[in-house]
């Protein structure tokens, strides 16, 4: 990028070398340490403290009883059944409502990039899922399946459609369709809204040429829009993604985890909160914690990005 | 007993630790805050740096170890308790704790003792939404040693666990002492190791509603069951959905088919015909047709308004509904009843309601039991009953004819009361409570076989009671 | 946001309406078939389940169980019942002192960290990143219980600025990483300029970069202020009076006739009612949103 040739450039033009490189890195560090200190004191200390827990088991019968047991809590994790079940459940959920956002979320925010004539009403109607509490959207989902009074059970037996007499909420993978859509409804608004960020910072002069050279529409977005809006894409892959990982809410309200939609944020809460296993519950967080971690390290690494190029710049 | 002696001693040295650090930490904190405002307006020397790093890390750590100190209690093998006598000379202001006030119940009770008591003041404090957030609320209290409540209102399944804990006051003496105020059944759900551990508020017990021109009054679960699958619209809905209260309604069959969950010593007893038998027969249930496929997906809500809407014939649910039911166009076509017997068996069922604790850290216990004996006494428990429309806990409340004339299937009530059980009595209840539904929901929704979830439940009932 | 409007206008003298002739040649109006139905499809799909809520929060009693796609008998009473709540409307104070404050403080920090990310020169950025990313990763239910024990210690526990702290902490990861994308796409060519009148890199992000954001900011700002205005879980560990709980803590307080039933009719009501601040701020920020022309214009 340009960047690479103009920095030197700079640097040259002030002061020493080295003196304009300390004062530079001394502004970087101080504009950065509020908010680094603020977040080391407040969600490392937890962080931590859950890691200590995660270590040793506190007994639920006998008040102040506890044991060091280093590994054990993860170990026990790692060889059941329900953490493996919680995990692939929740990357199936993750994976099919992320990917189901990027889209919509693409489609959205090229729809709100158009200039027409109740644009206005477009952008504040696609935005009012977002707003509606998590707790509510998900009772309004459950209500809209309830059946016999459920609006999507009503319409579809009413036009003799299938599904309109399905239990959704009591049937496996029915129950993750509810999940995934309540998901895609309430959060592809958060996806259109930072890819159409995006959208704008391409310069309608770069359309322009593509036209001239006598690319279609089609061909325009596949090849010009698409690979300029991959850094805005994939910001909101990570952000969707780590959310979606932790999905907690929908799964605990519609089904309480029943017909295969329990997550891996459920399982830890209900030994921590439900059970309060604290120690194996702490290492239940932990391990969702490191898998999330590694999922967007992962993205990060290999989607790219402009985040990507940020963190490869090691000066 | 020697195990926890040990822990308690290997734990002292940490305990040691953790005190002397914690008057400190306020210093730590305004030291922080203050070297890290220099260290954003004046020029960031290496040194600063270090100062705010040094302190931050400081405070991180002072922070950690408050943290840990609030978890890593010690606690002394014999509870400390109430002392019936203190309430005379009770003063002071006194805070209730509880979930969400939905009857008014808890805001009326505390408004009547002040009035009445004249030198303490109570007022009530709602901590969680839901009972789940109501429990974890009050257990970051009590683990924290707070003395912010002095009595929770704790759901009847909480007991063991907050008394094993030893987050709440020994009541058995105030208990012993007013015993004739309470239904026998309703005293059992404050019990734990043969001590009582809270003085029960009001009681709760499931009742069957039922739509008198379709459909017959329930007398055993096999008539209902059979009355149900006849016509279409005549079906049952109750509550299947993967929670607690599904325990609750597989318990009330299972309770009245013979079968338990565990003995009187504790013994897991869950592998028997009876289980295999109510299991096998709410699948058949709901195979053909007595019973709603979608009561999957029900919990008290769903099943009131489902049933609401006038296409089914019998509903079990909480008295609560009997108000609702009464402001529809159903009002004057249903009919109440106690929980039916099992076919060849008695009719039972499980308790519900609340009971009154008191916290070990309570700054005013005196306060607390002044405000459990007039919470308790008959004539307050009418007007639980009267003004609030709950169950309440002492037996002649009943028959009162002011209770009666809004209560009027007070009579069924009773009943369903005195016959419930309490759920299972464990510290690691919620453990129990899960392997039951968890694998209940698995053979009502098809995915496990009555015989591979009676032997998962067995498992991991017996690996919830041998938990550390 | 308001105090950088004039700069803004400094930078891009163009009045908001002569803005128009530069946009891409598709002018207004001009939507292809298609694309309406399209646009159709989308609004639908936002405005359904939306639909429902609105359905429900005007049924009362009975008609809650008989599943009308419009109501029969209509009523406002759900609404009503809302603002006569004292506590909703206390709540309500909160939620809004709690947001704005946030999102203000969250936008300058993570402005700041996210130009030191995207254009200064300093040392292990990935760490950095990883670490702000990290903070977010955390489930929320394991940070809760030890932040009460420590707020009650310290003094921050049902407070306002306790519940300030950390919603700004779980709110910085994503302005930082939103920003420092955004600031990494404005061209460098301005801020070289603002070098050779001899300007020091933080006025070259005062006065350059933040105005040519504008857009970013705005719609991080909307960002933050939903997540934080939702925010739940941290939201009812941390607070136990009406004076500090903000609104849907407060919602998940309201009372049906026992503890079994959801007032469903005044939960949706005040569900709708609480969009309005945040419908509100979208169309105050959509100009800002639009704007983000003024970026690519300057880039070309």
Known sequence: MATKFLSPGRRGTSRGVSGRDREERRLAFRMTAPSL???AL??????????????NQYSVRTAGLSRFVGLDNYV???????????????????????SLELVLGTAMALLLNLAFKGRALLRTVVLLPYAVVTVVSAITWETMFQPNLGLVTNVLSTLGLPGGDVVWLGEHGYAMAVIVLADVWKTTPFAALIILAGLQVI??????????????????????????LRPAIVLAAIFRTMDALRVFDLPFVLTRGANGTESMSMLAYTELRENRLVGEGSALSILTFLTVMVVSVVYIRFAGGNIREVAKEEQ | MTLEKEANQAKEPLVDLIRPSSPSQEDTTAASVLSARKSATGSASRRRTRITAAAAAAMAAGLLLTACGGGAATQGTEAPAADPASAANATGSLNVCGGKDASGIYKGTVEAFTKANGKVTAKYTEIGATTDEARTQAVQRLEGKSSECDIFVTDVIWTSEFASQGWILDQTELVEASKDRFIPSTVETAKYEDKYWASPFFTNAGLVYYQKDKVAKPETWQQLYAEAAGAEGDSFVYQGKQYEGLTVNFLEMLYSAGGEVLDENGEVKIDSPETREVLDFMVQGLKDGAADRAVLTYNEDPARLAYESGNFGYQRNWPH?????????????????PLPAWEGGKASGVLGGWNLAISAHSANQAGAVAFIDFATTPDWQKHVAMDFSQA????????????????????ELLASVKGAKPRPISPVYPQISQAIYKNVYAVLSGTATTENAVKTMAEELTAAKASF | MSTLTPQRTAAEPAAPGARTPRRRPRGRAELHPVVWVFVIAVMGFSLIPFYWLVNTSLKKGVSLSQGELFPSQPTFENYAAVFQNAEFLLALRNSVIIAVVTTTVALVLASFAAYALARLKMRRKALILTLVLSVTTFPAIAIAAPLFSIWREIGLYDTLLGLIIPKLTFALPLAIYTLTSFFKEIPRELEE?????????FTAFRKVILPLAVPGLATTAILVFISVWNEFLLAVTLTTSPEARPVPVAIAFFSGTSEFDQPLGTISAASVIITIPLVVLVLLCQKRIVSGMTAGAVKG
């Open chain 2, 392 to 411: 309440p806990v002492n037996e002649a409340a009943y028959a009162d004819p002011e209770v009666l004339a809004k209560m009027p299937f007070a009579t």
């Open chain 1, 76 to 98: 026990a994790a790692l060889t059941g059944t329900h953490w493996w079940a919680a995990f692939g459940q929740t990357f199936l959920f993750a994976g099919l409502s992320v």
């Open chain 1, 37 to 39: 200190v603020l977040m």
């Open chain 1, 203 to 228: 310069s309608a002069e770069t359309y322009e040429a593509a036209e001239l050279d006598g690319a279609s529409k089609w061909q325009a977005f596949l090849y010009v829009t698409l690979p300029l």
């Open chain 2, 321 to 337: 509904v009997y108000r609702l039911l009464n402001a529809t166009p159903l009002a004057g076509t249903f009919g109440v009843a």
């Open chain 1, 42 to 55: 407040v969600a490392a200390v937890p962080i931590g403290y859950a890691l200590w827990l995660s270590l």
């Open chain 3, 193 to 201: 300029s603002a070098y050779m009148d001899g300007a020091t890199p």
